[in-house]
């Protein structure tokens, strides 16, 4: 499998030094992203939370962890989060590769890590893999590693970076509207750079409060008066395909959404012409999905003589 190209007129996905993205890497990354193996209860993996259909997040309100657990916010999108410098709704997490293994051993999953990773060794398929990436047998870092990797070739280009690059006919007349109508009512001061959003935290209600959530955001990291219901911006890209929105979840209309954030974000009240030629300009941010995080793939089988138990 090949390496996705950034969307056209962007930058290649930043990297860290010492993860660099290889073709085999991604391979062993996508399996995996798509393992249940990988969880407490084999429930659950990565693309639980991510599936294709919702937009790489779950289509619930607040994610499901593995064990039954509920969790408290929704899931975020991954399409295009190699972009990102900080992760989760607060940003606890400042590399791609913590905020996977936070997944992983978290709520989430619910894994303990040591125990997975020898799961992972005495499965063949897997055991050459990593031997072959990282020289070594599977061990916690070497396994969000490779995830990260995968991640970051989640990449959806879209009509929207045609326009950017010329194409005055990629967008209608409608979505040129709308793009005009986030420009002039200054939502782009937020939601900006190549995910149109992801880039930085805001308060969820600079001109009103958010009436459905008493989540206090960025404050529970950093214990900071002036973080109080700060989250980091969502990406408009794919977000017609992400409902429910909101860090809770509670809003399944995009136009509804839109609205909120004109009444509470920039204190307007927005019109029906408003809404109606932002939704469609939003609609120009969907992107084409690369096919190879849409097909499970083909995962090693497991050689332990004894099955992981479900439940201890």
Request: aromatic residues 10%.
């Given at each position: 499998m090949g390496l996705a190209a950034p969307p056209a007129?962007?930058?290649?996905?930043?990297?860290?030094?010492?993860?660099?993205?290889?073709p085999e890497k991604v391979a062993l990354g996508r399996q995996l992203f798509f393992d249940t193996r990988l969880s407490a209860d084999?429930?659950?993996?990565?693309?639980s939370c991510h599936v294709c259909e919702h937009g790489l997040t779950d289509g619930l309100p607040v994610a499901q962890g593995a064990l039954g657990k509920q969790l408290?916010?929704?899931?975020?999108s991954l399409w295009n989060i190699g972009y990102h410098t900080e992760f989760y709704w607060d940003g606890r997490s400042s590399s791609?590769?913590?905020?996977?293994k936070a997944a992983w051993t978290g709520g989430n999953m619910g894994a303990?890590?040591?125990?997975v990773v020898a799961m992972l060794n005495g499965i063949d398929g897997y055991a050459s893999q990593f031997q072959d990436v990282f020289g070594e047998g599977a061990t916690p870092d070497n396994v969000v590693q490779a995830i990260a990797a995968f991640e970051r070739t989640l990449l959806t280009p879209s009509r929207f970076d045609d326009f950017l690059n010329g194409k005055a006919s990629a967008l209608n007349d409608q979505e040129q509207k709308g793009l005009q109508r986030v420009v002039?009512?200054?939502c782009i001061i937020c939601h900006n750079g190549v995910g149109a959003g992801g880039g930085m935290f805001q308060k969820f209600g600079i001109r009103g409060r958010y009436e459905y959530s008493d989540d206090l955001g960025r404050y529970n990291v950093t214990k900071k008066e002036a973080d109080k219901y700060f989250f980091k911006v969502p990406m408009w890209r794919n977000v017609t395909r992400t409902a429910?929105?909101?860090?809770?979840?509670?809003?399944?209309?995009l136009s509804e959404a839109v609205r909120i954030m004109g009444r509470i974000q920039i204190g307007q009240k927005l019109t029906d012409d408003d809404v109606d030629a932002i939704v469609a300009f939003l609609h120009s941010l969907e992107g084409k999905m690369p096919q190879e995080a849409m097909v499970l793939p083909?995962?090693?089988?497991?050689?332990?003589?004894t099955p992981k138990p479900v439940f201890k």
């Open positions: 007129g962007f930058d290649a996905v930043p990297t860290p030094a010492d993860n660099p993205t290889t084999e429930s659950r993996s990565c693309y408290t916010r929704s899931s975020p791609l590769e913590a905020q996977a303990n890590a040591d125990e002039q009512k200054g429910p929105y909101f860090n809770d979840g509670s809003i399944w209309d083909v995962l090693p089988a497991s050689t332990l003589a």
